[in-house]
C-alpha cells in the first residue's frame, strides 16, 4: 500500500501561479506511473499531467500543456511529485488529485484512464479567481 498527500492548492487570481506537492508514504514502484488528475464540480476527473517512474518525458493535457509542469524527487523514505502551475485560469479551478500506478503503461493514451492508478490522494482544491 502507499499513501499519497498532495498540499499547495488554495486561491490564486488569474494569471498567478501554484505549486502542488504530492508526498508519497514509501518510494513508489520503479516500474510504475505517477499522474496528477483534476475534477471541476460538476465535471469528469480529467488527467492533467503524467509520467513513467522510471524516465521518459512527461505527458500533458492540452488545456495545460506550456503552462505546468511535473516532476518528482525521491530517497528511499518517499517520494514528492510536484506540479507547479503557471498562468492559471477560472477554468483551472478544480480539486487536484496526485495517483499512482504500480506498473507503467505502453501507450501514451493510457496515462489519461483514471482506473489505470491504485493509488490516490484525497485531492487538494485550487480555486482561480476573476
Known amino acids: 500500500q502507499v499513501a499519497l498527500a498532495e498540499s499547495g492548492g488554495g486561491l490564486v487570481e488569474v494569471g498567478g501561479s501554484l505549486i502542488l506537492s504530492c508526498v508519497t508514504s514509501?518510494?513508489?514502484?520503479?516500474?510504475?506511473?505517477m499522474a496528477w488528475f483534476r475534477q471541476a464540480p460538476g465535471k469528469a476527473r480529467e488527467f492533467v499531467a503524467g509520467?513513467?517512474?522510471?524516465?521518459?518525458?512527461?505527458?500533458?493535457s492540452g488545456s495545460v500543456q506550456g503552462r505546468y509542469t511535473v516532476s518528482v524527487s525521491g530517497d528511499n523514505n518517499g517520494d514528492t511529485m510536484y506540479l507547479q502551475m503557471n498562468s492559471l485560469k477560472p477554468e483551472d479551478t478544480a480539486v487536484y488529485y496526485c495517483?499512482?500506478?504500480?506498473?507503467?503503461?505502453?501507450?501514451?493514451?493510457?496515462?489519461?484512464?483514471?482506473?489505470?492508478?491504485?493509488?490516490w490522494g484525497q485531492g487538494t482544491q485550487v480555486t482561480v479567481s476573476s
Open positions: 514509501r518510494r513508489t514502484f520503479g516500474g510504475g506511473a
Open positions: 509520467f513513467a517512474r522510471n524516465g521518459g518525458p512527461a505527458l500533458y
Open positions: 495517483a499512482v500506478s504500480r506498473t507503467a503503461f505502453y501507450l501514451g493514451h493510457d496515462y489519461e484512464i483514471d482506473l489505470n492508478y491504485d493509488y
